[in-house]
């Protein structure tokens, strides 16, 4: 029962260019997401977040969007860099149920 | 100062054996995790603590038993290790249960052989 996908596993980037994650879902009572970032050997920390109220949230270089009718969520990156090699996975949840459900993650290179 | 630490960082170990993962967070946060990583590189929860109460308890094996002796630690004891154990068990922490951001440690890299 897969109810966060990330299809794409993994995705090469020039420096400087944009970086656009992609992450389905099935289940419509999500209602809060979140993007995590993980380097190996590490755990996940904390990238960006979003409401299912909005349709997009800014935290600088980092952009969310979300499609509720399309149950579609998007991570963009602009512009790209190095340091933003990295797993990326994103995690929803629906209120009150007090878990996340992660995706499988998508490996980011950025190339010098 | 680390904020979600974790110990031991690599465990190795043999089917049948008992063994505890240790995780302490020095954040403050009311609410700890336990996630398991495994070989396709899901991340599932297994078990959440609010203020040392169990309040989410995934279908894991009854094998598996956490403890919160206080809000700040959360430890996983896995009793008759099993071959599919064998994965990266994250602890996490968070300020509530309410749409939270999860810190997590470094996680631990469990192998039964």
């Known amino acids: 029962d897969q109810q966060v996908k990330q299809n794409s596993p993994s995705l090469s980037v020039q420096e400087g260019r944009i970086s656009i994650l992609n992450c389905d879902y099935t289940n419509s009572m999500f209602d809060y997401f979140l993007w995590y970032k993980k380097y190996p050997a590490e755990g996940p920390t904390f990238l960006i977040s979003?409401?299912?109220?909005?349709d997009k949230n800014e935290d600088g270089r980092f952009t969310v969007f979300l499609n509720k009718s399309a149950k579609h969520l998007s991570l963009h990156i602009v512009p790209s860099q190095p340091g933003d090699s990295a797993v990326y996975f994103c995690?929803?949840?629906?209120?009150?149920?007090?878990?996340?459900?992660f995706g499988t993650g998508t490996r980011l290179k950025v190339l010098a | 100062d680390t904020a979600v630490s974790q110990t031991p960082k690599y465990l190795v170990t043999q089917m049948g054996n008992d063994k505890s993962i240790k995780c302490e967070q020095n954040?403050?946060?009311?609410?700890m995790y336990w996630y398991k990583q495994d070989s396709k590189k899901f991340l599932k929860i297994m078990f959440s603590?609010?203020?040392?109460?169990?309040?989410i308890n995934e279908t894991v094996p009854n094998r598996f038993s956490p403890k919160s002796p206080d809000k700040a630690h959360l430890n996983l004891h896995i009793n008759s290790l099993e071959l599919g154990d064998s994965a990266v068990y994250f602890c996490?922490?968070?300020?509530?249960?309410?749409?939270?951001?999860?810190?997590f440690g470094s996680g631990t890299q469990l192998s039964v052989l």
């Open positions: 603590y609010n203020n040392k109460e169990l309040i």
């Open positions: 995690a929803p949840m629906t209120s009150g149920t007090y878990k996340y459900i």
């Open positions: 996490a922490s968070s300020q509530g249960v309410r749409n939270e951001k999860l810190f």
């Open positions: 954040l403050g946060h009311d609410t």
């Open positions: 979003i409401s299912s109220i909005k």
